[in-house]
């Protein structure tokens, strides 16, 4: 079940996001509702692959991607966590009227939980979609001269903005040859959510890129060489044209 609450004062991260095993592995799930603005809700989803069919919904899907542990699912948290300033910021410049989180890592014949930085997981997959009113977004666009850059139909009153996630442990699995076992029929789905993607964000773990040796902070070769592969898979997996923002 699904951390949720409405106006609740503040809880803990980890409390907002428990683990529970599932029958591919483990997950985590938050959602947030604005308490005076619910006037429709964002629809629940059984599959990270799941897409949003709603009456009167257009849906927009960005793709994020990048090394492990670089702050992924914490970005994606903020949007359900109502007791940080970042959620304040978001808020503010795109007001939502409800936001979930699910972070979920496909794991099987384990009972430890995979969890490097407390308290999120070890992502496969992570989403997070809120949902805004169509006057909201349209606001936003002008606001950041983005207005020529879509177009909304005329029966649209309310747009889904949904983030995907894939992990840096389920990346190295899609640039595998001989991934998981518990990944494989993922990683199939995944190198095909690539294929389709048009844009994406590249996040970039800075404290293991690099490092202070003797002389002072420099470049780690060898981690580097890793980003400079990831990369140049991305470049091959997803279809032209195609932006990766890093």
Same mark, same amino acid.
């Given at each position: 079940? =699904?951390?949720?609450?409405?106006?609740?004062? #503040?809880?803990?991260?980890?409390?907002?996001?428990?683990?529970?095993?599932?029958?591919?592995?483990?997950?985590?799930?938050?959602?947030?509702?604005?308490?005076?603005?619910?006037?429709?809700?964002? /629809?629940? /989803?059984?599959? #990270?692959?799941?897409?949003?069919? =709603?009456?009167?919904?257009?849906?927009?899907?960005?793709?994020?991607?990048? +090394?492990?542990?670089?702050?992924?699912?914490?970005?994606?948290?903020?949007?359900?966590?109502?007791?940080?300033? %970042?959620?304040?910021?978001?808020?503010?410049?795109?007001?939502?009227?409800?936001?979930?989180?699910?972070?979920?890592?496909?794991?099987?014949?384990?009972?430890?939980?995979?969890?490097?930085?407390? #308290?999120?997981?070890?992502?496969?997959?992570?989403?997070?979609?809120?949902?805004?009113?169509?006057?909201?977004? @349209?606001?936003?666009?002008?606001?950041?001269?983005?207005?020529?850059?879509?177009?909304?139909?005329?029966? !649209?009153?309310?747009?889904?903005?949904?983030?995907?996630?894939?992990?840096?442990?389920?990346? !190295?699995? @899609?640039?595998?040859?001989?991934?998981?076992?518990?990944?494989?029929?993922?990683?199939?789905?995944?190198?095909? @959510?690539?294929?389709?993607?048009? %844009?994406?964000?590249?996040?970039?773990?800075? =404290?293991?890129?690099?490092?202070?040796? =003797? +002389?002072?902070?420099?470049? +780690?070769?060898?981690?580097?060489?890793? @980003?400079?592969?990831?990369?140049?898979?991305?470049?091959?997996?997803?279809?032209?044209?195609?932006?990766?923002?890093?």
């Amino acid at each position: 079940m =699904a951390a949720s609450w409405v106006g609740q004062g #503040p809880r803990s991260k980890a409390e907002t996001v428990p683990v529970e095993r599932t029958a591919y592995g483990f997950e985590q799930k938050a959602r947030w509702a604005h308490p005076d603005r619910q006037h429709e809700e964002v /629809i629940e /989803i059984d599959s #990270p692959f799941a897409t949003f069919v =709603a009456s009167g919904t257009m849906t927009f899907t960005f793709l994020l991607l990048g +090394d492990k542990n670089a702050g992924k699912s914490t970005f994606l948290n903020a949007f359900v966590y109502p007791h940080e300033t %970042a959620f304040l910021e978001i808020n503010s410049a795109l007001p939502m009227l409800s936001s979930t989180f699910r972070n979920t890592r496909f794991l099987q014949g384990t009972e430890a939980v995979p969890m490097d930085e407390i #308290p999120f997981l070890d992502t496969d997959l992570g989403r997070t979609s809120f949902l805004v009113t169509r006057e909201d977004f @349209l606001f936003f666009l002008d606001e950041n001269k983005l207005l020529e850059t879509v177009t909304l139909t005329d029966a !649209t009153r309310y747009v889904v903005i949904q983030l995907l996630e894939i992990g840096g442990d389920h990346l !190295t699995d @899609l640039m595998s040859s001989s991934p998981h076992v518990s990944a494989i029929e993922l990683v199939g789905k995944s190198r095909r @959510l690539l294929r389709t993607a048009k %844009a994406g964000t590249y996040f970039v773990n800075a =404290a293991v890129l690099f490092r202070r040796g =003797a +002389d002072g902070w420099g470049v +780690d070769a060898d981690q580097l060489r890793a @980003l400079y592969d990831r990369l140049a898979f991305l470049a091959d997996a997803m279809a032209l044209p195609f932006r990766l923002l890093v």
